[in-house]
């Protein structure tokens, strides 16, 4: 979960125009099939977009650049070529061009990924979904909101919020993301303790397959089980099989009361045993669990002026609860139950309830600035594992103690690039942890100290090496990991079936054949 | 949704040995490519299965009727042989013998499906889950279940009440359908409004494809975007693509406070407003919205001894509301809040708030007896239909009318079949209209008048022919009324992708070729 601060980041990264793909993935051989764009596909591009905003080419470096590179500067690819189509019937023309000729395609919404999966590898074509964001329809009644792929998931919030509902997903780049983007990589984030995956939430899906078919995925209603889900399958597979052009999904009524609450506690047992208190006395209306230790509020302290810690007594670990409700009076006596208990128990070193929306605002966004307070201490190798609770935090103490005995937790006084500091932080409701190692400069030595071990740590603990952000371009060769030869070879095989020139997102999601 | 009394219905149904397949679906051609059993065959299986009481032959035909008949008599197989596989291992060398042999395979649960899925159609051989009952595990934090596909639904639940969990989906089936079967369907039911669909809440499955590969499909883990999300394809495809052989489950907290009202109301925009001041009043708490129409209620007053109006006034709807939550004043005042609101709005006509446990099941019986009171009545031509809800009830009127224009609800002195009756309920909350059309007899008139006109007007009003029950053998004809040409296309690619020979299921699931 990165920082709401991410247009501020992009801003300032794509200024400093150092290629930093090279320096931290093995080259990846460009595919000799993939045919070289030439004038003849310019021209073929351009008269199916007419709108000369609809292109942009190699005439502009600086304006493909934003489309080549990720906002983290960590992937960089070599498109000459963005597209901006408006229409599905464009989406269309365009994939059934690329794919007679053999065309790669790299889709791209928000491009806030962290794993690299919506910048080109190569020379690949981006298809922008920049252009496709008028809302379809939205029934009053049903919290039913249909709508295309560009939209930017903030937006959808805020006019769902004048009508009494709310996007059933929240996320740090919700100003910049799209929701096809989103659907793509399955994105979870801060609301999925209360009210699911996307796998869940979305009714229905229009999607153009690799040869320029478009195909309704399902219908706009809570139930239809007429076929396979097809849906289903878009949902996080970043763009190989086909592009999401528009979607249903079933939105929550906006709740009428929300608490916040910031916690100090002196341990991860005391963490989860928190959570489990939480889930007894707040259940239905608990909307988040948030967790991050010390060393993440230390930073935030350090580098973000406008967050403060809210209580004077500091801790080992912080946790961060929201409660969603319809009752304001009920949801709070809920709360004072709970924070009773707790702190009769002595599980709690210190911690305060925002009194206001202003401070749950404030508290928010302790939480969400840790992402942006990280990449200001130094290069961060990130890390978005699912673990069962009890093995969670077991991960960040692991890793420390593995990096100082391979010896890259020096100090800075040996000359050589060293780790900083290892943080951990995520949702504790999803077991969801990210681990932030922050180094002093980013080097092959500290991401082999790194990797494989952290993978292998996740395997051990029966956890996946990609909670929410997906596989992209750097996750590739640790699928196998979390996923057994047979359901790989299944994948391939779906792969195979709607993608046979392997047109769309080359490079990525799936690990080089042996 | 059928009745909790259906291990009743059926062992009256079974001592009836009339086929009734012939009499209301067209014949279905063998496919020739199917291998015919020989005693090799049977000899290959009883060496799989050595415990005898794992392999049922024809020689005892009373013994394979429960498999070849579904509970309602309307469809019936002519399988000579049933296999109970006790491990994963089994089902694994089974098919892939079957898929070796090209012998036609028909997965079965507790055989409750309402549509013809679960049955042989000629001489498949069933595999029956019935053997494969374990608990793999439960983690007692996270409440995440592991189990096998013939746990019984109702088993499981008590199974967790223990622990103080609850199955996330309850039908009336649950005393016999087996989960395998519940995620084969995608089985919706009575809790879905408040903990959603089995694409949300189930997070891994085991399944044995077709050619024997026992592949492991995601992780017991809330979150885990690795790959596509292949155990989505499994639910809902009827047995067609593999063989569901256990299932990790997020499973709820048990809630502390269970309401549950019944009230009488006058017309269907009463219901209509009802649901959305409930989604208001009661938002996180509601976990049921449930409607049936005067006709219903009538039938259960006729036909179940048991279950009686629980208050005077008559009224043309019905609607039974509950509540749960971790609360009980809480919850008790936000639906005393609602209950004022809707009777001074003059919503209501009459109502009843249960006073118990005891009264809890017996406002929720009168619901759940609808099926059994409707097929008291006479044999019933059921739809289960997903439409937007301002014209759920519409389609209930406007067959009553058509069947009246077509002059098939004539009364009983012309001697000719007729309809008696056409009545609806179902989940309001979920936009589901179960549609009953209950007849004299069973009659190729009455259904060529009912048939395709009710799917002609699902499909005018943008539902689905489908909300839960599936395709399976009635349903096949009409899937291209919810579904798009490419979308059925890419379902045909999907089931030569994984299933080439077509031994998984036959017959079924899919529209004839033209």
């Known amino acids: 979960m990165h920082s709401r601060a991410i247009l501020h980041l992009r801003s300032y990264t794509t200024k400093t125009a150092v290629p930093l793909t090279a320096t931290r993935f093995p080259s990846i051989k460009r595919n000799p099939a993939f045919k070289t764009l030439d004038s003849n596909d310019i021209a073929a591009f351009k008269k199916i977009l007419p709108d000369e905003t609809s292109v942009v080419d190699g005439t502009d470096p600086d304006a493909l650049l934003p489309f080549n590179q990720d906002w983290m500067r960590k992937f960089r690819g070599q498109s000459q070529l963005v597209l901006k189509p408006k229409t599905s019937h464009q989406v269309s023309q365009l994939l059934k061009y690329c794919n007679d000729h053999r065309i790669g395609v790299v889709p791209q919404g928000g491009n806030t990924g962290l794993v690299g999966g919506s910048v080109p590898v190569h020379d690949e074509v981006v298809l922008s979904t920049q252009a496709m964001s008028r809302i379809r329809a939205f029934d009053q009644e049903s919290g039913i909101l249909t709508c295309e792929a560009g939209c930017i998931l903030e937006s959808l919030d805020h006019m769902l919020a004048e009508k009494g509902y709310m996007m059933p997903l929240d996320l740090g780049a919700k100003g910049s993301c799209h929701i096809g983007g989103n659907l793509a990589t399955n994105a979870g984030g801060l609301r999925l303790l209360r009210y699911g995956s996307l796998h869940g939430t979305v009714l229905s899906m229009e999607v153009v397959l690799a040869d320029g078919t478009i195909v309704e995925l399902g ?34 009524l906006k709740p009428k009361a929300v608490n916040v609450a910031v916690l100090g506690v002196s341990s991860y047992e005391s963490v989860q045993k928190l959570f489990q208190e939480a889930r007894g006395h707040l259940s239905e209306i608990l909307s988040a669990f948030e967790f991050f230790d010390a060393s993440c509020m230390a930073l935030v302290q350090k580098h973000i002026a406008t967050s403060r810690l809210p209580f004077d007594t500091a801790a080992q670990f912080y946790v961060l609860i929201e409660t969603s409700g319809s009752n304001k009076d009920h949801d709070d006596e809920k709360l004072t139950t709970f924070l009773d208990s707790v702190m009769e128990k002595g599980w709690v070193v210190d911690g305060t309830v925002a009194q206001d929306a202003t401070q749950v605002a404030a508290f928010w966004s302790i939480r969400e600035s840790i992402t942006e307070a990280c990449a200001k201490e130094g290069p961060n190798y990130k890390y978005d594992l699912s673990v069962p609770l009890p093995k969670l935090y077991g991960l960040v103490t692991d890793m420390r103690q593995h990096l100082s005995q391979v010896g890259v937790m020096t100090d800075s006084m040996s000359g050589k690039p060293f780790v900083k500091q290892v943080v951990g932080f995520g949702h504790v409701g999803d077991g969801n942890l990210h681990l932030n190692v922050i180094a002093s400069e980013w080097s092959k030595d500290i991401e082999r100290a790194i990797e494989p071990k952290v993978y292998d740590l996740v395997q051990t603990a029966h956890g996946s090496v990609s909670a929410e952000h997906g596989i992209g371009l750097s996750k590739t060769i640790y699928l196998s990991h979390s996923k057994t030869k047979d359901a790989i070879a299944m994948m391939r095989s779906l792969k195979q079936t709607f993608d046979p020139k392997g047109i769309l997102n080359p490079y990525k999601y799936f690990p080089n054949k042996e």
């Open 219 to 252: 219908k706009p209603l809570r139930k239809d089980n007429t076929g396979y889900d097809l849906k289903q399958l878009f949902i996080g597979s970043e763009g190989t099989l086909g592009i999401i052009t528009a979607a249903s999904i079933l939105t929550p």
